[in-house]
């Protein structure tokens, strides 16, 4: 079992930035991916950004020039800095990640942080 714990989420005006962070503890022996996901109010759940363990990393096309996905693998830790925020970013945000354990690979969600973008 691999908890995920996000932190960071809050109210922001537009163009302002905010950093999301996500700590994955449990039991694992590889992070594959960690990322993050959002859920804007009567929308499905979409990709944000995500990246690999050989730091390879894929953005949504919306937040492409304006969000940065980092992580720390010595601290199983990744980060999504979001700058020039709009008002479309209002979302909650999933941390998401795959994990090789016994031979499987297995997903986890995190519960979500709220980001709201006021105009």
């Known amino acids: 079992q691999v908890r995920l714990v996000e932190s960071g989420g809050g109210l922001v005006q537009a163009g302002g930035s905010l950093r999301l962070s996500c700590v994955a503890s449990?039991?694992?022996?590889?992070?594959?991916?960690m990322g993050w996901y959002r859920q804007a109010p009567g929308k499905e759940r979409e990709l944000a950004a995500t990246?690999?363990?050989?730091?390879?990393?894929n953005y949504a096309d919306s937040v492409k020039g304006r969000f940065t996905i980092s992580r720390d693998s010595a601290e199983n830790t990744v980060y999504l800095q979001m700058t020039s925020l709009k008002p479309e970013d209002t979302a909650v945000y999933y941390c998401?990640?795959?994990?090789?354990?016994?031979?499987?690979?297995?997903?986890?969600w995190g519960k979500g942080t709220l980001v709201t973008v006021s105009s």
């Open positions: 998401y990640t795959n994990t090789y354990y016994s031979g499987t690979s297995w997903n986890y």
């Open positions: 449990g039991s694992f022996s590889r992070i594959n991916v």
């Open positions: 990246i690999t363990s050989g730091d390879s990393t």
